[in-house]
């Protein structure tokens, strides 16, 4: 029969479902050697990473201080393998990354190249992002230190903005947008914005979750503003994340001078974003008729418009926007550009129903010029041209 292991000596040590104790010091020899042990299961032997992980769950729960030291020096290594688990393995993990003593900008970054691979399952990201915060969360509770707050609060900052900055495609824009002195939106990952929509739905609920919510929205305001208008051009992701994230903190947590400069910026990339949506000539308004029959990048447009609609509801934004194309449109030259621009102000003027005084104005305006630059043969047989006429006169 083969050996007993040898009983620990202190009396803490107990057999829970005839697992040996890892306060044991007999134990420490081998829980050192976890978080080696995983990173080459997940290269060699994935079928026993369910094993290892379960065992450094245990080990990390109680403390174990060899293994702790172990996991500290190489978390990078298996935070940069996660990749290669399944998504019920990587699940085992996060509880064990919950124990670290601490968190480097290193180990951020990992995890925010882990989170953006379309690879990675909606419910790993949620569950890992809940638990990173929950334990920073305590570390503003205890006063210890877990991360560095600007470490975190560039991490949230990472995942809202869905890419790097140097990632993004320098495709020309529209020329409509250019006529219009507007910035310049990628749409080349479009498809992804359903899969990003989760990502910065979980990262607000981050923040309004810390006890310094308000600082902490206003820094990502400032840091959202100054990228906006410092990159020739920003990828769709990052402005409808942009919008999500602004629409939800104006509920409570940003009010600052930083949103208020960051609420014009948006604006701005906001209309760029719905005149690019109505020129890819998808029905906006699809999921009122059958939306099973649109194909899955139909289906991302009429979320990224209600993501536009959703914010200039909110800040009554029709009439800014109305200014900025009333004061732009004359020059415009082609009707399949004034097209493009009347066009996405019709389906913003259904859906806003924006009742300021100004607009009625404004719409009278753009309708002056329209017609003054194209002949009444032009624009008679015209339906958009009919419809935004029909608004016009709403107002």
Not at 32 to 48: G, I
Not at 170 to 195: C, H, Q, Y
Not at 311 to 333: D, P, Q, Y
Request: proline share 3%; charged share 20%; hydrophobic share 45%.
């Amino acid at each position: 029969m083969p050996a007993r292991a040898p009983l620990c000596q202190d009396s803490r040590c107990r057999v829970v479902q005839r697992h040996l104790c890892f306060r044991c010091t007999s134990m420490h020899s081998w829980t050192s050697a976890l978080p080696d042990a995983l990173q080459e299961a997940a290269l060699t032997q994935r079928a026993t990473v369910t094993g290892c992980l379960q065992l450094m769950q245990r080990a990390a729960a109680q403390r174990d201080m060899s293994f702790m030291v172990s996991l500290e020096q190489q978390l990078g290594g298996i935070l940069g393998l996660l990749a290669n688990m399944t998504a019920d393995q990587q699940m085992l993990f996060f509880p064990v990354f919950f124990f670290t003593k601490s968190v480097t900008d290193e180990h951020f970054r990992k995890l925010v190249e882990f989170i953006r691979l379309d690879t990675t399952e909606p419910r790993v990201v949620t569950y890992s992002l809940n638990l990173v915060n929950i334990r920073f969360i305590r570390q503003q509770q205890e006063g210890g230190t877990w991360a560095e707050p600007s470490a975190y609060i560039s991490c949230l900052l990472s995942l809202l903005i869905g890419c790097r900055l140097n990632d993004i495609s320098r495709l020309a824009p529209p020329t409509v947008e250019i006529m219009l002195g507007l910035p310049s939106v990628s749409f080349s990952n479009l498809a992804k914005w359903d899969r990003h929509n989760a990502i910065v739905q979980t990262v607000c609920d981050s923040i309004y979750q810390l006890q310094n919510e308000k600082q902490v929205a206003e820094i990502i305001c400032q840091q959202l503003q100054q990228i906006l208008d410092s990159e020739p051009v920003t990828s769709v992701l990052t402005v409808l994340g942009a919008l999500v994230f602004f629409t939800a903190a104006q509920g409570g947590s940003a009010q600052g001078g930083s949103a208020h400069k960051l609420s014009h910026v948006l604006t701005r990339h906001c209309l760029a974003t719905m005149m690019a949506l109505v020129d890819m000539e998808v029905p906006l308004l699809a999921k009122e008729e059958k939306c099973d029959s649109l194909r899955v990048d139909n289906l991302a447009v009429v979320s990224a418009w209600d993501v536009c609609v959703k914010f200039c509801t909110s800040f009554a934004l029709s009439t800014r926007i109305l200014e900025i194309i009333s004061n732009k449109i004359k020059g415009l030259k082609a009707l399949s550009d004034v097209q493009v621009v009347v066009s996405t102000m019709t389906q913003l003027l259904k859906q806003t129903r924006d009742s300021s005084q100004q607009i009625g104005g404004l719409c009278s305006s753009i309708v002056t010029e329209v017609e003054a630059q194209f002949s009444e043969q032009d624009l008679k047989t015209e339906q958009w041209w009919a419809d935004f006429k029909y608004e016009a006169n709403l107002h």
